[in-house]
């Protein structure tokens, strides 16, 4: 079923490493023309430069982007248009946490988390509805990388806040799965909340403390990012009619 999508547009922020460099390659080994952003784009022009290789079928386009930045994504949109004609999935993969409790954390490491994983996937969001909305396309799809944190509070103080975040990807999904209906669109939206996943995520979030990576990946046998990029496609192959809203998914040995 991903027949379809060949030679069509996808947008994945957080291309250069992990979920997001998995999920674009897969996009890419199935046919899609992948725009890739991330803060920086080596690690994505490596990655084109391997599905060439790989003789893949579609195309992986490495573009700079700072999610951070409103204009700078209203740009990259821009961008796209002028140069694939508009975005017909947005991945929202892009996030981030830091180690900052509701009692004792940093403010501004609380607002970089709501930039990236709240604001920038809303403006994401709407910049890729608005482009299918202008190409009469009514089989786009709009993909968020959620949590299981997104779904349950774990007792550990250092990920609440950013558990908040996660818990308002899985609101903004629903809400834009109602407003796409109310649209009468067929758009679909989906949240993918994925547990412990092997990644480059848990040492940058115990950068300061990097045994604790180490325990956590020791302890249970964890997700691998192309997991995860397999679940993009079981959602991206599912029939127009079927909209899968949410695909929760843990490590078999993760009692959360």
């Known amino acids: 079923m991903m027949e379809r999508w060949r030679g069509r547009v996808a947008l994945v922020t957080g291309a250069s490493v992990g979920i997001g ?3 674009a390659k897969e996009l890419v080994r199935f046919g899609m023309k992948v725009v890739g952003c991330a803060r920086s784009v080596e690690k994505i022009q490596d990655l084109a430069a391997e599905c060439r ?4 079928s579609g195309e992986l386009v490495p573009f700079r982007c700072d999610l951070t930045s409103v204009e700078e994504i209203e740009a990259m949109f821009a961008a796209i248009k002028a140069q694939h004609r508009g975005v017909d999935v947005c ?3 892009a996030g981030l946490a830091h180690p900052e409790p509701l009692l004792s954390g940093g403010t501004s490491g609380w607002k970089n988390m709501l930039d990236v994983n709240v604001v920038a996937l809303s403006v994401c969001t709407r910049e890729a509805y608005q482009s299918m ?6 089989d786009g799809h709009i993909i968020n990388l959620n949590s299981v944190c997104g779904h349950f509070v774990y007792p550990s103080a250092d990920i609440h806040f950013y558990t908040a975040t996660k818990f308002a990807v899985t609101a903004l999904t629903e809400g834009l799965r109602q407003e796409l209906l109310e649209a009468k669109t067929h758009i679909r939206a989906t949240c ?7 990644t480059e995520f848990a040492p940058r979030f115990y950068n300061k403390t990097p045994g604790k990576a180490e325990e956590m990946y020791s302890q249970i046998k964890p997700l691998e990012a ?7 496609i079981y959602v991206l192959s599912a029939p127009p009619h079927v909209q899968v809203g949410d695909v929760l998914m843990r490590p078999v040995e993760q009692m959360m």
């Open 21 to 23: 460099a998995a999920i």
């Open 53 to 56: 290789a790989a003789g893949y």
């Open 91 to 93: 991945v929202n993969n």
């Open 133 to 138: 909305k202008e190409r009469n396309v009514d």
């Open 192 to 198: 993918i909340s994925p547990g412990v996943v092997e």
């Open 226 to 232: 192309v997991d995860v990029a397999n679940a993009v």
